[in-house]
């Protein structure tokens, strides 16, 4: 619902059978010299005074007798209302009746309500003719009962000398409750129920002083519209009358956009742009200012999932077909280089980023299978077989299908398998469709063969209560991969495959099994070096994500560099560089000579380095990095992205990990929720820590940023998925979006920014610990729609304030700073920046020139400083464990800083 421009101040509704006002109205329905006519009955024009009235919601009228006594005659009657418990707030009435002329304005009407109608109704106005707001709800005295309803507008910004001033009223639900409450005390709602309108007015006194010239009151505001949606811009405008309009969109004049309101049934991209609207009569003109309105493109006729979110609704009591309805969209890279079903249709798996799933294809000729490392979209519906979950495109559906989207790409590094999980069906059904990886296995040879058609071998690992299934894929006709007919390999080995499933009971819990797809699948096992890395973040513009850290998904802005510090030891032989390294070009690697410890043990060390540019937005980098030892080679890998340049101005700006539940604690509330129940109730405070926490994402470029299907993580996995449907998901500049633990359809925040409660998938079930985000430390996870990390943000419990919200200060690209340290002290500001200068731009440190001079006991920082500027002095602790304010408010372009004890020491110099 959209509000007024200004806050509403108190205002006086009465209530009461017989009050009237003494003063003339300025527009009156009585319902009386009306013909019955059917556009009469729609919208009966009023007795006095110019103005329209119209039905909402789906409400039919007729007329019906109207007030008893002197003041009755006929009455505008409506029924057919909601269904019980559906629509709240979207039937019944609206009336436009300008006020131009009037000061202390009032509106008043008598209501009749019968015994089985909503004895509950609510009162909205506009001051533009579009954007309503609730202002007062009131109740039936009792069944067939006429009651006089009086409004006082005096204190309503804009509500006076007004040609755009409007009002609806409309049934709700009972106080307090879900439900639509009948009048009748022994009665029940019905949607037959009617309410009667008689002597339905706008009055108010003659404004002395009226203004002559045309004025603009409440401009048009700015909209963000799918396309195929209804389109509505109002402005509210004083004068004397006639006022007369003209629309212009992009400083072009709207033929026949004449009045206060302009409309569109269904809004096309051509609606898109700046609105204004010039009001003139024949005393002068006044132009609004411009609005802008954005059109989205349709949605597209399915959901956009990704296979963490279907195999998370599998999950439960029966491990069943999940609740999705509809057609569904997923992309990821094939990863079977067969087709997995005997004939007439396409059966091949697909992974993405969260998870993996099979494909069938139906009605598919073989010459349509993509291969092994393309990228595809699959549309298609959710079914189940054997317990293996699909995703099923059929080719009679013109709405369902695959697209190949890129090919020749590396498959997804397979997951290590923990054959001591297999009896954990929760995390086996997470990984099913998956490439994982099983080393160590051996086959019985006593027959040497595997066999020529469709079986299942068992597998003796190192774990011998674990039962593990490799599947030769096929049926009693033969294999449909080349595994079959092929010696089994002597000796230890490591096969990857499809993490699979052949089970036909519910729950679906059984049947797990590994599934190659070709012989290479198969390699024996020799053991590779020994290896471990370290990542080293060099030259951070946004600090934050650990600076020196173990993760294989790196994320690096232009300008920031990337050491990977790699060793390698065998005790079996000399460590060369191995086959199947891959870096980009500006990339180089350093290997050292080697050595031999007294051991006997072979060492070699080998240092990657990269700078990321301009050049290379947009970019996701796959590093390996391939050491070769005697028997077998190690290969370590990483994926290395580089935002866009729109991606660049996207921040996460402040979080809050430990929200508090005292409600006499300052940072209580968060997020300003009107009707946020006492803390006091115990149900209640055990879920605020995880209801209150939130992170808030800020747009700092010039250009609306669509973030429609980004996720925000922790540690563990993803907390909030952000719906492509959801016109919040569209961030205009200059501004910010919360995420917010929950809960998820009610007590919902009341701050100004758009915020979304924490749904980790289009088709999850909402999450009941919020963000997840741990008290005494954690990570943040932002990533694009295409599952590429765009921001990480590592904290301890120093990056956790016991007082509310920490905030990245003085700068957008500054340090994490408690938000109560702030000029401001205040707990937090989510949906709105930290101080009174807001959000700028760029948000990149201050260019200086620094040097660092260690004399003695002292370290000695120098800059150049500028004319008139002042300088604040900040430490930063490692791996991003928040900051301290060393000096403020400096002139001179030198500051010592006592040496410390500390390996590591990093210093911020930052103007103002």
Same mark, same amino acid.
């Given at each position: 619902?959209?509000?007024?421009?200004?806050?509403?101040?108190?205002?006086?509704?009465?209530?009461?059978?017989?009050?009237?006002?003494?003063?003339?109205?300025?527009?009156?329905?009585?319902?009386?010299?009306?013909?019955?006519?059917?556009?009469?009955?729609?919208?009966?024009?009023?007795?006095?005074?110019?103005?329209?009235?119209?039905?909402?919601?789906?409400?039919?009228?007729?007329?019906?007798?109207?007030?008893?006594?002197?003041?009755?005659?006929?009455?505008?009657?409506?029924?057919?209302?909601?269904?019980?418990?559906?629509?709240?707030?979207?039937?019944?009435?609206?009336?436009?009746?300008?006020?131009?002329?009037?000061?202390?304005?009032?509106?008043?009407?008598?209501?009749?309500?019968?015994?089985?109608?909503?004895?509950?109704?609510?009162?909205?106005?506009?001051?533009?003719?579009?954007?309503?707001?609730?202002?007062?709800?009131?109740?039936?005295?009792?069944?067939?009962?006429?009651?006089?309803?009086?409004?006082?507008?005096?204190?309503?910004?804009?509500?006076?000398?007004?040609?755009?001033?409007?009002?609806?009223?409309?049934?709700?639900?009972?106080?307090?409750?879900?439900?639509?409450?009948?009048?009748?005390?022994?009665?029940?709602?019905?949607?037959?129920?009617?309410?009667?309108?008689?002597?339905?007015?706008?009055?108010?006194?003659?404004?002395?002083?009226?203004?002559?010239?045309?004025?603009?009151?409440?401009?048009?505001?700015?909209?963000?519209?799918?396309?195929?949606?209804?389109?509505?811009?109002?402005?509210?405008?004083?004068?004397?009358?006639?006022?007369?309009?003209?629309?212009?969109?992009?400083?072009?004049?709207?033929?026949?956009?004449?009045?206060?309101?302009?409309?569109?049934?269904?809004?096309?991209?051509?609606?898109?742009?700046?609105?204004?609207?010039?009001?003139?009569?024949?005393?002068?003109?006044?132009?609004?200012?411009?609005?802008?309105?954005?059109?989205?493109?349709?949605?597209?006729?399915?959901?956009?999932?990704?296979?963490?979110?279907?195999?998370?609704?599998?999950?439960?009591?029966?491990?069943?077909?999940?609740?999705?309805?509809?057609?569904?969209?997923?992309?990821?890279?094939?990863?079977?280089?067969?087709?997995?079903?005997?004939?007439?249709?396409?059966?091949?798996?697909?992974?993405?980023?969260?998870?993996?799933?099979?494909?069938?294809?139906?009605?598919?000729?073989?010459? %349509?299978? /993509?291969? *092994?490392?393309?990228?595809? !979209? +699959?549309? #298609?519906?959710?079914?189940? @077989?054997?317990?293996? $979950?699909?995703?099923?495109?059929?080719?009679?559906?013109?709405?369902?299908?695959?697209?190949?989207?890129?090919?020749?790409?590396?498959?997804?590094?397979?997951?290590?398998?923990?054959?001591?999980?297999?009896?954990?069906?929760?995390?086996?059904?997470?990984?099913?469709?998956?490439?994982?990886?099983?080393?160590?296995?051996?086959?019985?040879?006593?027959?040497?063969?595997?066999?020529?058609?469709?079986?299942?071998?068992?597998?003796?690992? %190192?774990? /011998?209560? *674990?039962?593990?299934?490799? !599947? +030769?894929? #096929?049926?009693?006709?033969? @294999?449909?991969?080349? $595994?079959?007919?092929?010696?089994?390999?002597?000796?230890?080995?490591?096969?990857?495959?499809?993490?699979?499933?052949?089970?036909?009971?519910?729950?679906?819990?059984?049947?797990?099994?590994?599934?190659?797809?070709?012989?290479?699948?198969?390699?024996?096992?020799?053991?590779?070096?020994?290896?471990?890395?370290?990542?080293?973040?060099?030259?951070?513009?946004?600090?934050?994500?650990?600076?020196?850290?173990?993760?294989?998904?790196?994320?690096?802005? /232009?300008?920031?560099?990337?050491?990977?510090?790699?060793?390698?030891?065998?005790?079996?032989?000399?460590?060369?560089?191995?086959?199947?390294?891959?870096?980009?070009?500006?990339?180089?690697?350093?290997?050292?000579?080697?050595?031999?410890?007294?051991?006997?043990?072979?060492?070699?060390?080998?240092?990657?380095?990269?700078?990321?540019?301009?050049?290379?937005?947009?970019?996701?980098?796959?590093?390996?990095?391939?050491?070769?030892?005697?028997?077998?080679?190690?290969?370590?890998?990483?994926?290395?992205?580089?935002?866009?340049?729109?991606?660049?101005?996207?921040?996460?700006?402040?979080?809050?990990?430990?929200?508090?539940?005292?409600?006499?604690?300052?940072?209580?509330?968060?997020?300003?929720?009107?009707?946020?129940?006492?803390?006091?109730?115990?149900?209640?405070?055990?879920?605020?820590?995880?209801?209150?926490?939130?992170?808030?994402?800020?747009?700092?470029?010039?250009?609306?940023?669509?973030?429609?299907?980004?996720?925000?993580?922790?540690?563990?996995?993803?907390?909030?998925?952000?719906?492509?449907?959801?016109?919040?998901?569209?961030?205009?500049?200059?501004?910010?979006?919360?995420?917010?633990?929950?809960?998820?359809?009610?007590?919902?925040?009341?701050?100004?920014?758009?915020?979304?409660?924490?749904?980790?998938?289009?088709?999850?079930?909402?999450?009941?610990?919020?963000?997840?985000?741990?008290?005494?430390?954690?990570?943040?996870?932002?990533?694009?729609?295409?599952?590429?990390?765009?921001?990480?943000?590592?904290?301890?419990?120093?990056?956790?304030?016991?007082?509310?919200?920490?905030?990245?200060?003085?700068?957008?690209?500054?340090?994490?700073?408690?938000?109560?340290?702030?000029?401001?002290?205040?707990?937090?500001?989510?949906?709105?920046?930290?101080?009174?200068?807001?959000?700028?731009?760029?948000?990149?440190?201050?260019?200086?020139?620094?040097?660092?001079?260690?004399?003695?006991?002292?370290?000695?920082?120098?800059?150049?400083?500028?004319?008139?500027?002042?300088?604040?002095?900040?430490?930063?602790?490692?791996?991003?464990?928040?900051?301290?304010?060393?000096?403020?408010?400096?002139?001179?372009?030198?500051?010592?800083?006592?040496?410390?004890?500390?390996?590591?020491?990093?210093?911020?110099?930052?103007?103002?």
């Amino acid at each position: 619902m959209s509000t007024l421009p200004h806050r509403l101040c108190p205002v006086a509704l009465l209530v009461a059978a017989g009050v009237t006002l003494a003063d003339t109205p300025a527009v009156l329905w009585n319902f009386n010299e009306i013909p019955d006519s059917p556009e009469a009955t729609l919208s009966p024009p009023p007795a006095f005074g110019q103005g329209s009235a119209s039905l909402l919601g789906g409400v039919t009228a007729s007329f019906a007798t109207g007030v008893p006594g002197a003041a009755g005659g006929r009455a505008w009657n409506i029924t057919r209302f909601p269904t019980q418990s559906t629509a709240p707030g979207t039937a019944g009435v609206r009336f436009s009746a300008p006020t131009l002329g009037l000061t202390h304005p009032h509106l008043g009407f008598q209501h009749r309500f019968s015994a089985r109608s909503s004895g509950r109704a609510l009162v909205r106005i506009s001051v533009n003719g579009v954007d309503f707001t609730d202002l007062h709800t009131y109740e039936s005295p009792g069944p067939d009962l006429w009651t006089n309803v009086v409004v006082d507008l005096t204190t309503i910004p804009f509500a006076a000398d007004n040609d755009a001033f409007a009002f609806e009223v409309v049934s709700v639900f009972g106080a307090n409750t879900d439900r639509y409450l009948a009048t009748g005390p022994s009665s029940t709602y019905a949607p037959s129920g009617t309410w009667r309108w008689d002597d339905v007015r706008v009055s108010g006194d003659p404004l002395p002083d009226a203004a002559v010239e045309p004025r603009v009151l409440v401009p048009p505001s700015g909209r963000i519209v799918t396309t195929g949606d209804g389109l509505r811009l109002g402005v509210g405008a004083s004068g004397a009358p006639p006022l007369r309009y003209q629309w212009s969109l992009n400083d072009v004049e709207l033929p026949g956009e004449t009045r206060p309101v302009l409309e569109r049934a269904s809004a096309t991209p051509a609606d898109g742009g700046r609105y204004q609207v010039l009001v003139w009569n024949d005393s002068g003109s006044a132009a609004s200012d411009p609005a802008e309105v954005v059109i989205l493109p349709p949605p597209p006729p399915y959901h956009v999932t990704n296979c963490a979110a279907l195999h998370q609704a599998v999950v439960g009591p029966e491990f069943s077909r999940p609740a999705v309805e509809g057609i569904v969209a997923l992309e990821g890279i094939v990863t079977t280089h067969t087709s997995l079903h005997a004939s007439g249709s396409l059966l091949f798996y697909l992974q993405d980023s969260t998870g993996g799933i099979a494909a069938l294809w139906k009605g598919a000729s073989p010459e %349509s299978l /993509p291969p *092994a490392g393309t990228r595809v !979209r +699959v549309v #298609g519906q959710i079914a189940q @077989a054997n317990g293996v $979950l699909q995703i099923v495109a059929d080719t009679r559906n013109p709405l369902e299908g695959v697209t190949l989207l890129e090919a020749d790409l590396p498959l997804p590094d397979p997951v290590d398998l923990d054959v001591a999980l297999m009896s954990d069906p929760v995390r086996m059904e997470l990984l099913e469709g998956r490439r994982v990886r099983i080393s160590g296995v051996t086959l019985d040879t006593r027959t040497p063969l595997f066999p020529d058609r469709g079986a299942n071998v068992t597998l003796t690992t %190192s774990d /011998p209560e *674990a039962k593990v299934i490799l !599947r +030769v894929d #096929g049926d009693s006709r033969g @294999a449909r991969v080349d $595994l079959a007919g092929q010696p089994k390999p002597v000796g230890p080995f490591t096969v990857t495959g499809i993490w699979t499933q052949n089970d036909a009971t519910r729950p679906f819990t059984e049947g797990y099994q590994i599934l190659p797809t070709r012989w290479l699948d198969l390699v024996p096992d020799g053991r590779p070096p020994e290896g471990a890395w370290t990542a080293i973040l060099e030259n951070p513009i946004r600090p934050g994500d650990a600076l020196t850290n173990a993760f294989p998904e790196q994320v690096l802005l /232009p300008g920031e560099g990337l050491r990977i510090l790699a060793e390698f030891s065998d005790d079996q032989g000399p460590i060369q560089p191995g086959p199947g390294t891959a870096l980009p070009e500006r990339a180089w690697v350093e290997w050292n000579e080697g050595s031999v410890s007294e051991e006997g043990i072979h060492h070699r060390t080998a240092t990657i380095r990269f700078v990321a540019s301009d050049s290379d937005a947009g970019i996701l980098h796959r590093w390996v990095l391939s050491a070769g030892g005697t028997a077998a080679t190690r290969r370590m890998t990483w994926t290395v992205y580089v935002p866009t340049e729109g991606e660049q101005h996207i921040r996460l700006s402040e979080y809050l990990a430990n929200p508090t539940a005292r409600p006499q604690a300052p940072g209580f509330n968060p997020l300003q929720r009107d009707d946020w129940p006492p803390a006091s109730d115990a149900a209640v405070a055990s879920k605020l820590t995880s209801w209150d926490e939130f992170v808030e994402v800020v747009n700092l470029g010039a250009n609306p940023a669509n973030l429609g299907g980004w996720t925000v993580s922790d540690a563990t996995r993803t907390r909030a998925w952000l719906d492509p449907e959801d016109p919040a998901s569209l961030l205009p500049p200059r501004t910010a979006l919360v995420v917010y633990g929950g809960p998820v359809g009610h007590h919902e925040p009341g701050i100004p920014s758009p915020a979304l409660a924490a749904i980790p998938g289009p088709d999850a079930v909402p999450s009941t610990d919020g963000l997840g985000l741990n008290n005494t430390g954690d990570t943040i996870l932002l990533r694009n729609a295409d599952g590429r990390l765009v921001e990480r943000i590592v904290f301890g419990s120093r990056g956790v304030s016991g007082e509310g919200s920490m905030v990245r200060w003085p700068l957008p690209n500054g340090p994490w700073t408690p938000h109560a340290e702030m000029e401001s002290g205040r707990p937090a500001s989510p949906g709105t920046p930290p101080t009174e200068a807001g959000w700028t731009p760029g948000g990149g440190p201050t260019d200086l020139n620094l040097t660092c001079l260690v004399e003695r006991d002292r370290i000695h920082l120098l800059w150049m400083p500028s004319p008139g500027a002042t300088y604040s002095v900040r430490e930063l602790f490692p791996g991003a464990q928040g900051s301290r304010i060393l000096a403020a408010n400096l002139n001179l372009g030198e500051y010592w800083v006592p040496v410390g004890t500390e390996r590591l020491r990093l210093f911020q110099i930052t103007s103002p």
